[in-house]
Every structure is written in structure tokens, then in C-alpha cells.
């Protein structure tokens, strides 16, 4: 299974919300979603990223591959008003970063597998994977959240990147 690199039009659709205690596929999707995240060395993943487009996302902060988490119809319901800048990669931009600002703290609200409410209050980086998988869900890129000169500067880096071989999991070539 491959991720899908931009400009693959999958990327800018929105997702479609799924029901977790209806559709029994997304055990078995979030399943391939976590193989394909750690084959690529990601921290998180979204079902638009592999050409499925439904609202799902997995993500691993842990060292180890221990801490996998899925999550159905991800939602930011509250941010902070603080922000921060930081370089972000995403396995369907490979061989760049981008410098993208995002709120420092989220709540996000979301279905378990199982059809469990869940609420993630997050900060650091598991504020920033979250605004960042979401964003695919809604079909933005890292390149779709910087405008004029440093938009061209991205896109550029990217082209050279892709030209020069970069692969998915991959930030500088």
C-alpha cells in the first residue's frame, strides 16, 4: 500500500464521517493504516493519505511502537489562544518541512473503534499531529497552510525533492 504524494487530487477531498459500530471494515483499516505509518517511519497517519476517504486517523508518539491510537471523525472542538511555529514534515510531501503555526493546546473529540466518545486534551507535539491529521481529513497539505513567496519556496523544495528521488518518511533529501 502506498501513500499518496501531492499533487494526487485524493489529498484536497474532505473525508466522509464514518460509523464505528456500523462499518466493520475500519478495524481493518486502521490496521493497514498503522503498517503503511511505521513502514514509512510517521508518527501519524490519515485514511486520505492512502486514497480512503474516510475520517480516520492513527498515530504512534511512543518510542517503542507501543502507544497506536485510532481515532474515527477527529475534531478540534477547542484551541488555545497561544501558537507556535514548528517545522512540519508529512509522508505526502515528501523530502521537505514546512514552518507551519498551529495553537499549542487542542481538545479534540473523537470515536474509538469501538464507538466510544474519546476527548484528547493535547499539547506539544500530539496538539500539533492532531491539528496536522485533521487537516488531511479536511484535504490540506503543510504546503496548503503557507501562502505568497514561502508557499513558491515549498513548493519549489518539493519539486526538487521529488526529482531528486525523495521518498515518503523522508524531510530533507
Same mark, same amino acid.
Given at each position: 500500500m502506498d501513500v499518496l504524494a501531492h499533487p494526487n487530487p485524493a489529498l484536497?477531498?474532505?473525508?466522509?464521517?464514518?460509523?464505528?459500530?456500523?462499518?466493520?471494515?475500519?478495524?481493518?483499516?486502521?490496521?493497514?493504516?498503522?503498517?503503511?505509518?511505521?513502514?514509512f517511519s510517521g508518527i501519524g497517519l490519515a485514511a486520505t493519505q492512502i486514497g480512503v476517504l474516510k475520517r480516520v486517523i492513527v498515530y504512534d508518539l511512543s518510542d517503542d511502537g507501543s502507544g497506536l491510537v485510532a481515532l474515527c471523525n477527529p475534531a478540534i472542538v477547542e484551541r488555545?489562544?497561544?501558537?507556535?511555529?514548528?517545522d512540519e514534515g508529512c509522508l505526502s510531501v515528501p523530502g521537505i518541512s514546512v514552518a507551519i503555526e498551529r495553537a499549542c493546546e487542542v481538545t479534540c473529540e473523537a470515536l474509538?473503534?469501538?464507538?466510544?466518545?474519546?476527548?484528547? %486534551?493535547? &499539547?506539544? /507535539?500530539?496538539?500539533? #499531529?492532531?491539528?496536522? %491529521?485533521? &487537516?488531511? /481529513?479536511?484535504?490540506? #497539505?503543510?504546503i496548503d497552510r503557507v501562502e505568497g513567496q514561502d508557499r513558491k519556496d515549498a513548493l519549489r523544495r518539493y519539486r526538487e525533492a521529488v526529482d531528486a528521488g525523495a521518498l515518503p518518511g523522508?524531510?530533507?533529501?
Open positions: 484536497a477531498q474532505d473525508a466522509a464521517e464514518v460509523d464505528p459500530a456500523a462499518d466493520e471494515t475500519l478495524r481493518d483499516l486502521a490496521r493497514r493504516m498503522a503498517r503503511v505509518m511505521y513502514q488555545s489562544g497561544e501558537c507556535e511555529i514548528d474509538s473503534l469501538d464507538g466510544t466518545k474519546v476527548t484528547i %486534551e493535547a &499539547d506539544g /507535539l500530539l496538539a500539533r #499531529l492532531l491539528q496536522h %491529521e485533521i &487537516d488531511h /481529513l479536511n484535504g490540506m #497539505l503543510i523522508e524531510t530533507s533529501i
